[in-house]
């Protein structure tokens, strides 16, 4: 398994932009797909973004769709998570993970970080 540290959350106003990272350690970064999820006060986990090993693929949940882009740089260990026009309801603790299928299920991820709080004022 990679062991995952996010950062770069943080109190934003509507409209606005953050960027979230996620270093990982270990030496097989570069075999795990990555993905990006939140979890907002009395919700469920949720699916934000994936991409795979190499970064040719990338998927979105439809609600940022448009406004969030994920990308990874294996030369670095680091996946990045650019979030633009962000809303209210963005509002969350985003954590990063990694898994050996690229996939929008939460069973399939099996290392996770600690999370990052996120937070958009309207």
């Known amino acids: 398994q990679v062991q995952l540290v996010e950062s770069g959350g943080g109190l934003v106003q509507a409209g606005g932009s953050l960027r979230l990272f996620c270093a990982a350690s270990g030496r097989t970064f570069s075999s795990y797909a990555m993905g990006w999820f939140r979890q907002a006060p009395g919700k469920e986990r949720e699916f934000v973004a994936a991409?795979?090993?190499?970064?040719?693929?990338?998927y979105y949940a439809d609600s940022v769709k448009g406004r969030f882009t994920i990308s990874r740089d294996n030369a670095k260990n680091t996946v990045y998570l650019q979030m633009n026009s962000l809303k209210p309801e963005d509002t969350a603790v985003y954590y990063c993970?990694?898994?050996?299928?690229?996939?929008?299920?939460?069973?399939?991820?099996?290392?996770w970080g600690q999370g990052t709080q996120v937070t958009v004022s309207s």
């Open positions: 991409i795979s090993w190499s970064g040719a693929f990338t």
């Open positions: 993970a990694a898994s050996r299928l690229f996939s929008v299920n939460l069973d399939a991820w099996g290392s």
